[in-house]
């Protein structure tokens, strides 16, 4: 594993080596080291160490707590943790009861699917894979581990549909039946909106979007429901628009836009205005001439912007010479405003561009 080359995970394994010989690699690090994927942050497990002892093991190694009740420390990009049992005592995501674990099986039971619960002896090598997660993954299918802890978190519902967009994965029908039946209404926009975020960034959203149909979610997070036809059309314009354009914010734009939405009350319902503020302001066209090309690159070179999804669209930048660069009006703000006032003086300005573009345009053509 490329962990093995990062001198601050080997300082913490030597560290760490005088309280236990029972180190694990859990979670996401285990699974992407599987699927050939770096990891961003790494979680760790000590085993046979009590709270206290853990607490000031980690003090002393100069990691932070940020999760004391379910006694969590990190230090740099990794989590330290005692390996620990969860149970729901009440109501949210804060209403759980954690107790400390001292048996591999039953610390990996909490986890919500089989491809996060595998682990790795970091001292060994030694792979615990309790629940059939590499099989699992080699085969691309997102189950569940234990289906009556499962349905304690709500949020696992929406962390399928991102796992399902990033990993490629497609939902075993236990698991399926169950997440249907589990009531997300008592999530936070804040909680829900994390897991979105990962949905938005993923690379196969066929995945991510044939589970949220399946699921009904659409009606929750975008308030509609999409007939089966029309959503196999919103998944083919989406992959092929991201064929082209490489920008995390393709994936709402298309989406908002293609069903006509209303971009701002949406983004705002998702907590989203401040983050995606820049679709708001992106135009979109179905069909799009050559003058309307011009027109977008006054403000930016046409590979930047949102609506350049298809071949020939492509094309035509680089044929009007706006692909790279933006349009190069000599329209002199300065000339027109000496003679007008106020509003006038944009409305000038943009008559006297456009007809500079269907200038340059005809010019071209001739």
């Known amino acids: 594993m490329k962990i093995y080359q990062n001198d601050d995970f080997i300082a913490l394994l030597d560290y760490l080596k005088k309280f236990s010989s029972r180190i694990y690699l859990v979670g996401g690090c285990v699974r992407d080291h599987f699927l050939g994927r770096a990891s961003a942050d790494v979680d760790v497990e ?47 995501h804060k209403g759980f009861s954690v107790a400390l674990a001292t048996d591999e099986r039953e610390a990996s039971r909490r986890r919500d699917f ?91 959203h066929r995945y991510g979007m044939m589970l949220m149909q399946e699921l009904g979610l659409y009606e929750r997070v975008f308030g509609l429901r999409i007939d089966t036809r029309t959503h196999e059309r919103l998944i083919k314009f989406i992959e092929h628009g991201e064929s082209f ?46 003058e309307r090309l011009c027109k977008i690159a006054l403000k930016m070179p046409l590979k930047q912007w949102l609506g350049l999804y298809c071949k020939g669209r492509v094309q035509a ?9 933006k349009f190069k009006s000599l329209v002199c703000a300065t000339d027109v405003a000496r003679n007008l006032r106020g509003a006038a003086i944009g409305k000038e300005i943009e008559r006297l561009q456009e007809a500079e573009i269907r200038a340059f345009v005809a010019a071209l053509k001739a």
């Open 245 to 290: 354009v490489r920008n995390e914010m393709f994936f709402l734009y298309a989406f908002l836009n293609f069903l006509g939405l209303d971009k701002d009350k949406i983004l705002k319902n998702l907590g989203l205005n401040s983050l995606y503020k820049r679709l708001l302001s992106e135009p979109f066209f179905k069909r799009v001439s050559d």
């Open 317 to 325: 930048a680089k044929r009007l010479g706006i692909w790279d660069k």
């Open 114 to 204: 089989t491809i996060n619960a595998m682990m790795i002896n970091a001292i060994s090598g030694k792979v615990l894979d309790f629940y059939g997660g590499l099989a699992d993954l080699h085969a691309r299918i997102l189950r569940v581990v234990d289906p009556r802890t499962f349905v304690e978190d709500s949020l696992r519902v929406y962390r399928a549909v991102q796992f399902a967009a990033r990993f490629e994965l497609r939902t075993e029908h236990h698991t399926l039946e169950l997440m249907r039946s589990i009531d997300v209404s008592d999530l936070s926009c804040e909680r829900v909106k994390a897991e979105l975020i990962k949905f938005f960034r993923a690379p196969a």
């Open 46 to 92: 000590l085993y046979d160490v009590g709270p206290h002892r853990f607490e000031q093991i980690m003090q002393d190694f100069g990691a932070q707590g940020v999760g004391k009740s379910y006694f969590v420390y990190k230090y740099k990009s990794f989590d330290i943790s005692l390996p620990r049992t969860e149970s729901k005592t009440g109501i949210g």
